[in-house]
């Protein structure tokens, strides 16, 4: 009797724990809350815009917070692109059909342009001015300037960025001027700006040489200087340079001072914030 119990016994036990496991298996998982990105933080006292859907020129929504959604981007680097230019005109006068403002789609620039803390006596320098997508956040945010030079080395960036202007006739447009700069010379004339503004425009970042040593290259250096004599005694210069993609800025922050101070400026700030997913250093510089 006690050799038939035993297997029994055995099955009994082996039921059990497959129906355990089976319980296990089907029984609901508790819903965790979806991941949420850290808070944008403000900038320089300005907030930048809240991480919200935006309207994109197709007519949806595209969910992220600085948002380049225009097929041919205005970019520099993708304006010379075969077609890319037609596209990318094409894509504004849509926008602009729908009722959207372009600046929109690019609400860094607005913030900056906020931060800097303009009055409509001050004549601005955008360096490295792309298709001018600053001066486009200031016009169509009513953001005070007397005028505004957009300076940039690539001319095909800025024949576009004139050509986007012109379709959008913006109120009061006829006070941003065109600069085809070059690599050495911002080209602007003596002592006429009174705030200058770099935005991820690093062309002058101090490198290392071939024995270690952080050095400026001769042409930034030369390019800095020619932006100095431009400026007004008064006047100073706002730099804002991605300074990593995390919360911690991961570029040194010395290679971006460095040719400032080569260059003849006095640094009067310095700020590391995290905004739009990024860490940035904000820099304003001024004559010595």
């Not at 082996?14 to 029984?27: D, E, H």
């Not at 342009?113 to 320098?125: E, N, P």
């Not at 300074?243 to 640094?267: Q, V």
Request: hydrophobic fraction near 45%; glycine fraction near 6%; charge should be negative.
């Amino acid at each position: 009797m006690r050799r038939h119990r035993l297997p029994v016994l055995r099955l009994i036990a082996l039921a059990v724990v497959l129906l355990a496991l089976i319980g296990c298996q089907t029984r609901d998982e508790p819903q965790l809350p979806p991941p949420t990105q850290p808070p944008l933080q403000p900038f320089d006292g300005v907030t930048p815009p809240p991480a919200r859907p935006l309207p994109s020129p197709d007519g949806g929504i595209d969910q992220g917070g600085a948002i380049r959604p225009i097929p041919g981007s205005l970019a520099m680097f993708e304006s010379n692109a075969p077609g890319k230019a037609a596209e990318t005109v094409e894509k504004v006068k849509e926008i602009k059909a729908k009722g959207h403002k372009l600046s929109d789609f690019f609400p860094k620039m607005l913030a900056v342009a906020k931060m800097a803390d303009l009055k409509d006596t001050d004549v601005v320098a955008d360096i490295g001015a792309g298709t001018g997508l600053l001066a486009i956040s200031m016009l169509e945010h009513d953001v005070p300037f007397a005028k505004l030079y957009a300076v940039d080395i690539d001319k095909p960036s800025l024949e576009l960025g004139a050509r986007i202007l012109d379709i959008l006739d913006l109120p009061r447009d006829e006070r941003v001027q065109w600069v085809f700069s070059a690599t050495d010379d911002v080209r602007l004339p003596p002592a006429s700006i009174d705030v200058g503004i770099f935005i991820n425009s690093p062309f002058y970042e101090a490198r290392a040489d071939e024995k270690g040593k952080i050095a400026t290259s001769a042409s930034s250096l030369a390019c800095l200087k020619s932006l100095a004599a431009a400026l007004k005694d008064t006047g100073r210069v706002h730099v804002i340079e991605a300074a990593g993609g995390g919360a911690e800025p991961t570029k040194p922050r010395r290679n971006f001072e460095i040719p400032f101070e080569d260059a003849g400026f006095s640094l009067a700030s310095v700020d590391e914030s995290f905004f739009f997913n990024m860490s940035h250093y904000h820099f304003v510089w001024v004559k010595k």
